[in-house]
């Protein structure tokens, strides 16, 4: 049995419609008390980052072999540095821990998106990365996450995907929603630094199958997750005017160039050819936006 924290984010919706596809039976917790119902959903559990660790939980996990545990606090102007490392360092360990405790088997641990960004060019396994800048809070919880598992004696096999900067229908904030929102508004966006920071953006739904391939080949370690190829903002800006046919005037260019330098350079622990735990070449950056567009209607 497959156990799911964080269904209703961004990748989550993505993974339940894939498990759905699979047929593979699953269970899901949650903090959301309206859930809709989810077809191929055995059972669903309240569960808050936030709160104590029951028995009811453990029942719950009893007959769980793997648990993928998505469920973070994401960035938000209103939240404190604790909170973060509460909720995405502290509350992780106590979950793995708890799922040694009932037997589970792998635990699967998101660490967040643009935790390394690729300073420039083609990514390859020895590309430089650089710790991005942005929401440092949020991303070094992720990164103490991490420290804390890795660093655990407990015994569930640890699978930690760390991927790249995900999209896909569902994000509420970032790059893409903001473009989208203001394009399809006719509202002029104005890309900083001339539009020029790049990463490596990956369609939600391809990461929703690399990790559960990486369970099906029984994976375990830290993996980054990412397509292989960079992509600047201004690219970005120009496949989404494309896509929408926006006149290319709402995108305007800041010749102000922010300080990129790295805090320390950080090497890429293990990488995932994304080809081959696909089976075929990930979406681009104008298929998998395309996609979301189309499929949805937004993103």
Do not use: W
């Amino acid at each position: 049995m497959l156990a799911l924290s964080g269904a209703s984010g961004l990748l989550g919706r993505y993974l339940c419609d894939q498990l759905v596809f699979r047929g593979v039976p699953f269970k899901l917790l949650g903090r959301e008390t309206n859930i809709s119902p989810i077809i191929g959903c055995s059972s669903y559990h309240y569960y808050d980052l936030a709160c104590p660790l029951d028995d009811s939980l453990r029942y719950f996990l009893d007959d769980v072999d793997v648990l993928i545990h998505l469920a973070a606090l994401l960035p938000n102007t209103a939240s404190q540095d604790i909170d973060y490392f509460s909720l995405n360092s502290v509350a992780p360990k106590d979950l793995f821990d708890l799922s040694a405790d009932s037997g589970v088997a792998k635990f699967v641990f998101l660490s967040g998106s643009n935790i390394m960004q690729p300073l420039h060019g083609r990514v390859t396994a020895e590309s430089p990365y650089a710790f991005s800048l942005r929401q440092p809070s949020y991303l070094a919880s992720k990164m103490a996450g991490e420290l804390l598992l890795l660093n655990s004696s407990s015994a569930p096999d640890l699978l930690v995907v760390r991927p790249s900067s995900i999209y896909g229908h569902g994000i509420r904030y970032g790059l893409f929603r903001v473009l989208y929102d203001s394009f399809v508004n006719g509202k002029p966006v104005t890309l900083s630094s001339s539009g020029l920071f790049s990463a490596d953006y990956i369609y939600a739904a391809d990461v929703a199958t690399i990790i559960l391939n990486l369970i099906e080949d029984s994976a375990s370690g830290m993996f980054n997750v990412g397509t292989g190829f960079a992509s600047s903002v201004h690219q970005v800006a120009m496949v989404l005017q494309t896509l929408l046919g926006i006149d290319e005037r709402l995108i305007l260019l800041d010749s102000f160039i922010d300080d990129l330098g790295s805090v320390g350079s950080l090497p890429v622990v293990s990488s995932v050819q994304a080809t081959s735990l696909l089976g075929r070449s990930p979406l681009s950056l104008a298929e998998g936006l395309n996609h979301a567009i189309k499929t949805y209607g937004r993103i």
